[in-house]
């Protein structure tokens, strides 16, 4: 399935779910922000959010700093 994936088109690897996607990419889910549809989830979020055709994906990284 296509999605909109940080502002490009993007097949979702066969993921279902935002936990999915993250895993498909191998992103350290406790460095990233994951916003869907324009809604930040929280990690515990993730399993439950399911895609669709042409949601919009953001996968924000988290950086510490001063």
């Known amino acids: 399935m296509k999605i909109c994936l940080n502002g490009e088109s993007a097949d979702t690897r066969g993921a279902e779910t935002v936990a999915e996607l993250a895993e498909r990419y191998e ?12 809604i930040a989830l929280h990690q ?19 950086v510490a700093g001063g």
Request: glycine share 4%; proline share 3%.
């Open 44 to 62: 515990r979020e993730w399993r439950e959010r399911r895609l669709a055709e042409a949601d919009r994906v953001e996968f924000i990284r988290v």
């Open 27 to 38: 992103l350290a889910p406790n460095t990233i922000l994951i916003e869907h549809n324009g």
